[in-house]
């Protein structure tokens, strides 16, 4: 017998020794009584309910992540406009790749809803933070009235929470390179 043949008994050998009982099922009436160790329980369903919305809802972020992969920048936008999914369509706008299309519909919120203004100063923020895409703006106009709508909050009313965060806005845009011009003076 050789070195090799050796070995692939020994192994053969090891692998059976291996399986034992409890891979074999059991006879008799002892294995009546014992519960099997083969099948795990069921799983419950999650608390939150289905679909990437739900999950959304009860702030998991990777259900933003999803939500954002699934609909567009321009459907999140209008979303979180109004409704009852608002404020989720808005948080996932942070994750969006084409999250510029909802300018538009941001500039809108904080001209018209003044109650919203500090959650979409916030995301507005958190997508100014991000590196510019490397390919021509998706909406031109759009982010016009943004930078417009940042600079009016920014140089217009009482110090407060909504002017000193659409002043980091209206900077992260600065330094991202959103700004040029005469317009690119500090608001």
Not at 26 to 46: D, F, H, L, Y
Not at 114 to 133: M, W
Request: net charge neutral.
């Amino acid at each position: 017998m050789t070195t090799v043949e050796r070995w692939f008994w020994w192994g053969l050998c090891v692998v059976v020794a291996g399986c034992g009982d409890e891979a074999a099922p059991a006879t008799g009436a002892s294995s009546a009584s014992a519960p099997s160790a083969t099948v795990p329980p069921p799983v419950p369903p999650p608390p939150y309910g289905p679909g990437p919305w739900a999950r959304a809802s009860a702030g998991d972020v990777q259900a933003h992540r999803r939500l954002a992969e699934l609909h567009d920048g321009e459907r999140l936008g209008a979303w979180a406009t109004r409704g009852p999914r608002a404020g989720i369509a808005l948080e996932a706008l942070v994750y969006a790749d084409d999250a510029e299309l909802a300018f538009r519909a941001l500039a809108d919120i904080l001209a018209n809803q003044p109650e919203r203004r500090l959650a979409v100063l916030d995301v507005v923020y958190r997508i100014a933070l991000r590196p510019p895409r490397q390919t021509e703006a998706l909406d031109p106009p759009g982010l016009v009235k943004l930078l417009e709508q940042l600079r009016k909050l920014a140089s217009e009313g009482p110090a407060g929470p909504v002017r000193s965060r659409a002043l980091s806005a209206w900077r992260a845009f600065a330094r991202a390179g959103f700004t040029t011009g005469p317009s690119a003076s500090e608001p």
